[in-house]
């Protein structure tokens, strides 16, 4: 299987570039923030728990994001390879996914980094907010929140997988294509190496 971790900041394009990795590699593609907006729409007490955290650009808690993740996981058992968007975003996560995909049989092939300085994510995301309907998009001190989330929570997972040999740091900036090239040239080296 061929499995990754799309990492980075809110607002370096994972989203975008998700998309035309599932077209290209035909995984599965699993967004846990996509999944708490689905389960926010339906008012569900897991969307209601989630929307608390997320307005204010926190995490939602490990355990409800994990049970959510592994949920989704098991609903695919047909799944070739699955791109992970926006998961793990702590090291209980990452600790917790390696456990889930051992028991599988399998593991994580590769996590792919998109860096983007800071002042641009911002501009992005505030860009996104105006068409985007979500409320975490629309307020400058959340968005900062949420990149000061990244860096402290987050980033530790970079350096877990750099451990296994797993990491690679891709520029996030340039045009989709562009980015795209790059992510693809990464994922074939580790893939055809693995
Ligand atoms: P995203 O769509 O990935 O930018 O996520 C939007 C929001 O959903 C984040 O700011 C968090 O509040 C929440 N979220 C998404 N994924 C996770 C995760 N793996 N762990 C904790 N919270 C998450």
């Not at 299987?1 to 593609?29: E, V």
């Not at 007490?45 to 939602?60: C, D, F, I, N, T």
């Not at 992005?124 to 949420?146: C, F, P, Q, W, Y």
Request: proline residues 5%; negative net charge; charged residues 25%.
């Amino acid at each position: 299987m061929l499995n990754l971790i799309l990492f980075g900041p809110p607002g370096s394009g994972k989203g975008t570039q998700a998309d035309n990795l599932i077209a290209r590699y035909q995984i599965l593609h699993i967004s846990t923030g996509d999944l708490f907006r689905y389960e926010m729409g339906n008012d569900t007490p897991l969307g209601l728990k989630a929307k608390e955290y997320m307005s204010r650009g926190e995490l939602v808690p490990d355990e409800v994001t994990i049970g959510m993740l592994q949920n989704k996981v098991n609903a695919h058992p047909e799944a070739r390879g699955i791109i992970f968007d926006g998961f793990p975003r702590t090291i209980a996560q990452a600790k917790a996914l390696d456990e889930f995909l051992d028991s599988k049989g399998t593991s994580v092939t590769a996590l792919v980094a998109l860096d983007v300085p800071d002042e641009e994510l911002v501009v992005r995301l505030l860009g996104r907010g105006k068409t985007s309907g979500r409320a975490d998009d629309n307020d400058e001190a959340v968005i900062r929140t949420r990149i000061d989330v990244y860096k402290k929570e987050t980033t530790p997972v970079f350096d877990y997988y750099q451990d296994q040999g797993k990491s690679q740091m891709i520029p996030g900036v340039g045009t989709i294509d562009e980015i795209f090239g790059r992510l693809t040239n990464a994922i074939d080296d580790i893939y055809t190496s693995s």
